[in-house]
């Protein structure tokens, strides 16, 4: 991006899916004082050009019709992006697999895609269990639900859901989160292997 004569760059994650999507989306969450995510937000329009970088890295599955997996997905806050192409994908392709989601945030008012993933849901209640935890929620019901995502709550889960013989375990967020998760992972004796 060229913002005010200065070249940046930013990595940002694709939250459409390839399958049912007639279109490629990046979701680009603005955040105070952010160079790129604020041109972003507030400049680019329709008939901008943006340089791209050959996509990377290796957060997906290999998909296919015949798997009957159970996939376990770990966001927090602007890290539901690429789960969405994952929910979106696993949903369309493995019609045998499931997916919970645990998707943490500061509040209510924070979260990303909310809409999308409650009708999601209601229209795969046996594939999609979605479940969301805030920081400080406007009305907390239930502790588990309520706080920081904490190794506790992590641990809790695992055991509550029964996550730990999920298939694959992919984790989204902001870095303090991800290695709290990895680490209550690793104490539970889940295979590295099945970490993304």
Known sequence: LNVGGEEIRRSYSICSNPYTDNELR???????????STMINR??????????????G????????ANK??????AGGSGIT??????????????QSRITLIYANRDEASVIFGTELIKLQELNTE???AHFVYDTPKNPVDALYSGMLTAEKVG????????????EIFICGPGPLMETIKNV??????KEEKVH
């Open 26 to 36: 990046v979701a680009v969450k603005e955040v105070k004082d952010g160079k790129g």
């Open 43 to 56: 400049n680019l329009k329709v008939g901008d050009n943006v340089e791209v970088m050959t996509p990377m």
């Open 58 to 65: 290796n957060f997906y599955s290999l998909l296919s019709g």
């Open 69 to 74: 997996k159970h996939y376990v997905l770990f």
């Open 82 to 95: 690429p789960m969405m192409s994952i929910i979106k994908s696993v949903l369309y392709v493995e019609k």
């Open 127 to 129: 594939k999609l269990n």
């Open 156 to 167: 809790a889960m695992l055991e509550k859901f029964q996550l730990q013989s999920a298939d």
């Open 185 to 190: 992972l690793k104490d539970k004796k889940v």
